[in-house]
């Protein structure tokens, strides 16, 4: 064999020898790797479940908390308004405590979290900044208090019965029974109309008339049925008047005051009255059947 096929030899025992470690190296690499994995499952998964179950039954004791202590401001009389604000605040710094609980079990050191929201306050603040500006909000209507629950308020085109106030929003019912969430930033942001501190509300009701009957007769006819109503309040002079035009009849507009606690009750009966009204006035109703040309009452 010549020097050249030696050579040869030489260097491909090399390379295969190099192939070898190599796959070994891998080898025992992902071996440690596995190790490493399944050590750090051993570690973590038993505090997983633990804090798992620390915010479980955490979160189910502050269920119950909220409950006594919420008896217990009840029983302070400081106002429905106050006490389901207070409610609202110590429900959430309890629960904010279960949590950092639960983060320490897992290995979250507070320190190091403090540090990074710290850090990253800013970033958060602007992201929360309406979130904040709610709560904000809903301490300026706590302590100035420009409605309370009960009260018959509306808001732009919100209109309801306050029923509860939280740190960041208010609950409204509206007569049709609905239920309005609305942002304590928006509550203060835009003008409110507070019908409670009023001590009524006008009702806005439309009826109609033929353009044959006289106006002043129909108009009469609905003073005397407002009268007839146990909900009107009469501290205020009703409004009756042509609101518009149809093409087969007039659009009147009967706007009587009201206790805003009856709203419904007064409406139905109101325009129960006019309907009766009408009818023994013997005041026809137009039908809008074809083109029908008829003459216009004074």
């Known amino acids: 064999m010549d020097e050249q096929e030696q050579d040869g030899l030489t260097?491909?025992?090399?390379?295969?020898?190099?192939?070898?470690?190599?796959?070994?190296?891998?080898?025992?690499?992902?071996?440690?790797?596995?190790?490493?994995?399944?050590?750090?499952?051993?570690?973590?998964v038993p505090k997983l479940f633990l804090a798992l179950l620390v915010l479980w039954i955490g979160f189910k004791i502050v269920d119950k908390l909220s409950k006594i202590v919420g008896v217990g401001i009840e029983k302070s009389n400081l106002g429905l308004e106050v006490t389901e604000f207070l409610k609202s605040i110590m429900t959430t710094l309890m629960k904010v405590v279960v949590l950092a609980v639960a983060a320490s079990i897992i290995g979250i050191k507070m320190t190091a979290l403090f540090g990074l929201l710290a850090a990253a306050g800013f970033a958060v603040g602007m992201a929360l900044q309406g979130f904040m500006g709610n709560f904000a909000s809903g301490l300026t209507i706590l302590f100035l208090k420009p409605y309370k629950v009960g009260d018959w308020v509306s808001v732009e085109d919100s209109f309801g019965r306050v029923?509860?106030?939280?740190?960041?929003?208010?609950?409204?019912?509206?007569?049709?029974?609905?239920t309005l969430v609305i942002p304590n930033g928006q509550m203060t942001d835009n003008v409110i109309t507070n019908y409670s501190n009023m001590g009524n509300l006008r009702l806005d009701l439309n009826v109609t008339m033929p353009y044959a009957e006289s106006f002043p007769k129909v108009k009469e006819v609905i003073y005397t049925a407002l009268k007839k109503s146990q909900y009107v309040i009469w501290?205020?002079?009703?409004?009756?008047?042509?609101?518009?035009?149809?093409s087969h009849f007039i659009i009147l507009a009967v706007r009587p005051y009201i206790d805003p606690n009856n709203y419904w009750d007064a409406t139905y009966e109101i325009l129960g009255l006019i309907k009766a009204a009408f009818s023994e006035a013997d005041i026809k109703a137009a039908y809008s059947e074809g083109v029908e040309l008829g003459p216009i009452g004074a």
């Open 11 to 44: 260097f491909g025992d090399e390379a295969v020898s190099n192939a070898s470690l190599s796959e070994t190296l891998s080898v025992e690499k992902l071996q440690k790797y596995s190790s490493d994995f399944m050590d750090w499952l051993v570690v973590f």
């Open 235 to 246: 501290d205020k002079e009703p409004k009756i008047g042509i609101e518009s035009y149809d």
């Open 163 to 178: 029923r509860t106030i939280q740190i960041f929003n208010t609950t409204l019912e509206t007569p049709n029974d609905k």
